[in-house]
């Protein structure tokens, strides 16, 4: 299954280590984040779009030392795209090329050496696995996969390992850490979830998001931090087709950093909403609840 070494030394490490790499972890985060690393657990992270759950990825990645490797999910994801595939083109000209030499290979020859490392196109599962290297494997918007995809990673990371029929059983030497995400758009399999430390996460608190917003735009006066923080969570209390993440809140605050904004009156709220807004009918609703017009 592959060597594990745990990563943190306590949940304090990993606040430490995540504030340090720009990710700002309430106890409950630093503790399933250690408990994922003692355990040698997958880390199911679920929660809806803009929460910082693959910004926790990377963050975990810097905070190690590892490299990244990232399955972006999608309708439509198969075994080809996320685990391996072979080189078809480059196959074709190996034959072509042994035909025209007339070199006397047999059929078996030619198959033999088609088949090799040399013509295998790893994906992001596959490399993951291979490598000898800190890695965390992040899985991004898992929900967005077909239900098939969910049976090819109950079966990695089960045993850390892969068949290739043409090579033989690839066993991870190290095992890496892994993130998977979800929005929650549908629910994952009973299955899948069992191999996981499951980690909710929703948006941040007022006071939380302060710090966030201090940290990520220092130079931000904290009177308009806090304006900032307000008028999100305003924003959040709509019904909209899509509330304002966390890296919004970021984009609002350089925003008004660089126009040199001292407060966030009406005027302000009004000429740069679109930082946060990225639909129409968002802005409308919010221009009426917040009395814009």
Not at 142 to 153: I, M, S
Not at 223 to 252: C, F, G, H, N, Y
Request: charged share 25%; with cysteine.
């Amino acid at each position: 299954m592959g060597q594990h070494s745990p990563q943190f030394g306590s949940v304090a490490d990993v606040a430490k280590r995540l504030a340090e790499a720009g990710y700002l972890a309430d106890d409950a985060i630093a503790t399933t984040v250690f408990l994922a690393d003692r355990l040698a657990k997958p880390l199911l992270v679920e929660g809806p779009a803009g929460v910082g759950k693959t910004e926790l990825a990377k963050a975990l990645a810097t905070a190690t030392g590892a490299d990244l490797i990232r399955l972006q999910c999608y309708e439509g994801l198969d075994e080809a795209r996320a685990l391996y595939e072979w080189n078809y083109k480059k196959q074709l000209l190996r034959i072509q090329a042994s035909a025209a030499t007339a070199s006397g290979e047999s059929w078996d020859e030619v198959h033999d050496d088609i088949f090799t490392e040399e013509f295998l196109l790893a994906r992001p599962l596959l490399t993951a696995i291979r490598r000898a290297e800190p890695t965390v494997l992040l899985i991004d918007e898992t929900d967005k996969a077909d239900v098939e995809v969910e049976g090819l990673l109950l079966e990695v990371l089960s045993d850390f390992q892969v068949t290739v029929p043409e090579l033989g059983t690839i066993v991870a030497s190290r095992r890496p850490i892994v993130v998977l995400t979800s929005n929650a758009t549908r629910e994952l399999s009973e299955a899948l979830k069992r191999r996981c430390l499951y980690l909710a996460l929703d948006y941040p608190s007022a006071e939380r998001e302060r710090e966030i917003v201090q940290a990520k735009v220092p130079d931000l006066a904290p009177k308009l931090a806090e304006q900032l923080v307000r008028t999100v969570r305003a924003l959040r209390a709509m019904e909209l087709k899509k509330s304002p993440s966390i890296a919004e809140t970021l984009d609002w605050a350089h925003t008004l950093l660089a126009l040199g904004l001292s407060t966030l009156d009406e005027a302000a709220v009004k000429s740069t909403l679109g930082v946060v807004l990225k639909h129409a009918s968002d802005q409308e609703r919010a221009a009426t609840e917040l009395r814009l017009n």
